[in-house]
């Protein structure tokens, strides 16, 4: 028998005891209904891209969103990769200055949101889908000289499902190996989010038996990618990287991937860092 473990979002969650009701407060309350466990109300895309709308109408679209994105991906970082903290958090600080209090409480607002709807599919019922990448659509952000258009989230679905060996993987996870998925072209991270999915139907906690890998040349959708991938509790390395020269320029770890480090360690790679290397071209 497989031993609990902190992570296992495959758990039955229908027996745990109903949420603390919160004492009163002058907020008012706003009544929600939902077909989820998740004890909160899970925003919409809908209401999140009228949010983004509203706000960066005094600035660009562009980089109001692609802000938005690094400074969670940033504030998820901080909270557990120490070694990359403090220049993290002076790049926070960077982008934060550029805009007024107002937009600084936005920013903070929209992401709120954002953090919600993401971390909502580790309940029963949750919902998966590649968010991130139909709210950067939605916003018209798509790139047509770059050819960066994400795909459909059904498409993703439907190919993971394609690839992905019901029986064999239900065996590796039973023998306690680890499942490892690599997109060296992730994206917003809709694929790799699809593939979470449909492990999670298959019953395998992906929090515990699945490493991902993915590398992204373009530093918006690493953000984008580690956003979701970190908070749908997956274990994983997100890079800034070149694939084709294997040119990295920043790592992103995940919390599930650093909390489990024991396990997953032998996926971590010393050049990665900068200062490695920087090190052993002096040697």
Known sequence: MTPFFFFDFTLDKSAMPPVVTVPE????????????????PIPKTDEI???IERAAYQVDTFKFVSDLFECGAIAISNQVDHF????????YMQIIKT???DQQKSLAEIFAKIYALLSSVVYDNGVFNDYLGEIFMRCNLGSKAAGQFFTPYNVSSLMARCLLDSDRLKKKAEKGKIISINDPACGGGGMLI??????RSFGINYARDCF???????IRCVHMTYLQLSLAGAPAIVRHQDTFSRDCRS??????YLFQYLRFHKFDNPYDNSKFQQRRQQL
């Not at 990359?84 to 790049?91: L, S, V």
């Not at 991902?212 to 373009?218: F, L, S, W, Y």
């Open 212 to 218: 991902i890998e993915a590398n992204d040349i373009d």
């Open 251 to 256: 790592v992103w770890y995940t919390p599930a």
């Open 49 to 51: 891209v009228k949010d």
């Open 194 to 199: 699809a593939a979470l999915e449909v492990l």
């Open 99 to 101: 805009y007024q209090p």
């Open 25 to 40: 407060s002058p907020c008012p309350k706003v009544p929600f209904e939902q077909n989820n466990l998740c004890p909160y």
């Open 84 to 91: 990359n903290r403090d220049e993290r958090e002076e790049r």
